[in-house]
């Protein structure tokens, strides 16, 4: 068995320190280690994107760094957005607009999406999907994410021009 290093690392604003194999991808440590299982893995090829999480404000698939890589990182996975009753407003759009069917893909969408409106809050349909290429989902056709993106973008400008915040997440260490 190989040697243990210590992580510390933050995660949706709290800090964890542990013991893992040098071996252990992020998605791992984050699913069995902190049991935070929104974060999903679809796939065993850095394909599907269900994965993806916020690292340091980028948005990143979680099954293709090692969890010791992310020593020291800030991390956001979808259970840091938002909760009931206070919702983010990717996780409010994909409600109104239906942006999800079985909803397994949708922690991963959520974050890609959230990564692409942190560089550009105004995309147009086209960037939309570029910017979601990574992200599979098998149910929707994808119309109900672009959507729901759009409605993001709106809501997130909104609270923006109003409390001055621009909901960035996951940034710096
Ligand atoms: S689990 Fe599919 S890209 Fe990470
Ligand atoms: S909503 Fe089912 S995979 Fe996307």
Same mark, same amino acid.
Request: hydrophobic share 40%; charged share 15%; net charge negative.
């Given at each position: 068995?190989?040697k243990?290093?210590?992580?510390?690392? =933050?995660?949706?604003?709290?800090?964890?320190?542990?013991? +893992?194999?040098?071996?252990?991808?992020?998605?791992?440590?984050?699913? @069995? =280690?902190?049991?935070?299982?929104?974060?999903?893995?679809?796939?065993?090829?850095?394909?599907?994107?269900?994965?993806?999480?916020?690292?340091n404000?980028?948005? +990143?698939?979680? *099954? =293709?760094?090692?969890?010791?890589?992310?020593?020291?990182?800030?991390?956001?996975?979808?259970?840091? #957005?938002?909760? +009931?009753?206070?919702?983010?407003?990717?996780?409010?759009?994909?409600w109104?607009?239906?942006? #999800?069917?079985?909803?397994?893909?949708?922690?991963?969408?959520?974050? /890609?999406?959230?990564?692409l409106?942190?560089?550009?809050p105004?995309?147009?349909?086209?960037?939309i999907?570029? /910017?979601?290429?990574? +992200?599979?989902?098998? *149910?929707?056709?994808?119309?109900?994410?672009? @959507? /729901?993106?759009?409605?993001?973008?709106?809501?997130? /400008?909104?609270?923006?021009?109003?409390?001055?915040?621009?909901l960035?997440?996951?940034?710096?260490?």
């Amino acid at each position: 068995m190989a040697k243990k290093v210590e992580v510390s690392v =933050t995660v949706n604003g709290k800090a964890y320190s542990a013991e +893992v194999e040098p071996r252990m991808l992020l998605v791992h440590f984050l699913r @069995e =280690t902190l049991n935070l299982t929104g974060t999903h893995i679809g796939c065993d090829t850095s394909q599907c994107g269900a994965c993806t999480v916020m690292v340091n404000g980028e948005a +990143v698939k979680s *099954c =293709t760094m090692l969890a010791v890589q992310a020593a020291g990182c800030q991390v956001t996975t979808v259970e840091g #957005l938002g909760e +009931v009753g206070n919702l983010h407003p990717i996780q409010q759009s994909f409600w109104e607009k239906h942006g #999800l069917q079985c909803g397994f893909c949708t922690p991963g969408v959520m974050i /890609a999406s959230i990564g692409l409106l942190q560089q550009n809050p105004n995309p147009s349909e086209e960037e939309i999907r570029d /910017a979601l290429e990574g +992200v599979i989902c098998r *149910c929707t056709g994808y119309q109900f994410i672009v @959507e /729901a993106v759009k409605h993001a973008a709106q809501l997130m /400008a909104v609270d923006e021009t109003e409390t001055g915040n621009a909901l960035q997440i996951g940034e710096g260490r």
